[in-house]
């Protein structure tokens, strides 16, 4: 007796160890293989941790070198980002304002009270919103600076949106590289570190700009206090590519602008397009055509911004730019469907 | 470039370069713009070879947005904001337009090129639904432009004002794309003239 039960004891043991990693196998996907938790892991990284790092920016077979600086102390997030190839620009943040030093245009343009994450970026939630336009997976890890990584592709399911590909330090969850994919998973884009130091303290000096500002101009620009008129603010898209919805309405300075612009932001929880539809001159009631907005003539056509676009075009004598990290055919279908009294509501896809 | 050079950039771009000689490398690609611009092609081949580039711009390319680069007087239909299909953004047309688009040099902000050369093709591109997966994308056969002469020069956004919107979008885009917005407004601005310095100050 004291036999059997022991040849029984002697199966269920294996038996009870398989039935316990069966039934932790799920667990442990939802866990530390989740590459969802693997982007909290990297939001909560970028945004609580100190770094200094520099980094190849390849875009189009062309490559710029840049450093990032991100110190939190006590409570309160630092960050410079700067060129340092040639033209010398500079982004400096803090809690109060987002400063963008632009040396070969003599220019300073200054945000207050920015609200951002931090410069490298991060992923927001997905939600099931998020999950019908995107898939997100884990592709097999590898190695980068000699480090192993955890790679995640979050990937467009249409060509309205781009896609990244990151590849995620085991160790502190920071994104050593990153690629920016459009649809088909061809890079658009794509940041190399080549060094990334995650220090206890970051000097006050290493977050002061090199840009010497004497005889520059400081343009003050961003939401504005004064509403758009009332004709501006009638202008919406009235169609959308899939998923995208209004997110945002409101007026902004555009540069040295008097008359303020509408500003709409659509999203499809994960990537953004803004529209600026602006008066031309002699459309603003009262308005002199030498100060009012905008001061160039108007503009049509698809202009390149970084990895992303922009169209622009004119709507009933406005001029509607739209902007974004998305396809080029996603800012200028947004753009074309503009038009005044556009759908208020519009539907979520 | 020497042999060194080129295994030092091939292993970086693998991951496989250690930390030390990946900040020797950044050094000497900071001080030298040649390296630089190599660095830049080995970039691109390699995803070429990975078949994770770009592909380039095909006949289906839609000749409107030929004439909104180029700066040509449009069509009367192009002209005006045309009604948009409802089906417009269904999965056919959008492929060749977002890879076409994206892989001619566009007059922009960054000015990167002055007038577009490229604006020919030779080789179609297969039109089809986004595929679901990487690795069937990275299959495709990739093809490539043949320069042609621009007629006319491009209809040129004044780069400060593009800059305005870019930099008030970027309060409002999300995460990595954030990111990539910033980073971008930071590359210099191969063929814009210098703006004239102001005397203004705060």
Known sequence: MIRRMSNRAGWLIPCAVVGALLAAAPQRSRGADDPRDWLEKMNQALATRNYDGTFFHVSEGRIETMRIVHRVRAGRVTERLQSLDGSGREFVRNND????????????????????????????????????????????????????????????????????????????????KTQLCDSRGQVIEQILFARLDMPDAIADSDLVPAVRTEGMRWVRQGPSHDNASAALSAYRASELPPGFHLTVQGAQTIGEATVPASHLVYSDGLATVSVFVEAQPEAVPGADAASAAPAEPPVEGLARVGSGFAYSTVVQGHQVTAVGEVPA??????????????AAELPHH | MSEQIREQISAFLDGELP?????????????????????????????????????????????????????????????????????????????????????????????????????????????????????????????YTVPVASPAPPAAMPAA?????????????????????????????????????????P
């Open chain 1, 97 to 176: 304002e987002l400063t963008c030093y632009l040396p070969d245009q003599h220019t300073i343009l200054v945000e207050p009270k920015p609200d951002r994450g931090p410069f490298l970026g991060s992923l927001p939630q997905f939600g099931a919103d998020v999950n019908e336009f995107y898939r997100i997976e884990s592709l097999p890890d590898t190695r980068v600076l000699g480090r192993p990584v955890r790679v995640i592709a979050v990937n467009p399911k249409d060509q309205f949106r781009f896609g990244y590909r990151l590849w995620l330090d085991e160790k502190t969850a920071m994104p050593l």
């Open chain 2, 161 to 201: 004002r593009l800059t305005g919107y870019v930099f008030a979008h970027s309060r409002y885009s999300s995460g990595l794309d954030q990111r990539g917005v910033l980073a971008d407004m930071l590359i210099e601005a191969e063929d814009q003239p210098p703006a004239p310095a102001a005397p203004a100050a």
């Open chain 2, 19 to 143: 930390n030390t000689e990946s900040e020797l490398l950044l050094k000497r690609l900071t001080r030298d713009p040649e390296l630089r611009e190599s660095f830049g092609r080995y970039a691109l081949i390699g995803e070429a070879i990975r078949g994770t580039s770009r592909a380039y711009l095909s006949k289906a390319f839609p000749a409107r947005v030929n004439l909104a680069i180029d700066g040509e007087p449009k069509s009367a239909g192009a002209n005006t904001p045309r009604p948009l299909s409802p089906r417009w953004w269904r999965p056919f047309a959008g492929v060749a337009v977002a890879a076409g688009v994206a892989a001619v040099a566009i007059v922009g902000f960054q000015h990167r090129s002055a007038a577009p050369a490229n604006g020919g093709t030779v080789t179609a591109q297969n039109l089809s639904p986004a595929p679901q997966s990487v690795p069937a994308a990275a299959r495709e056969a990739i093809s």
């Open chain 1, 329 to 342: 055919q996603t800012v200028e279908f947004i753009a074309h469907s503009v038009k005044s009294g556009g």
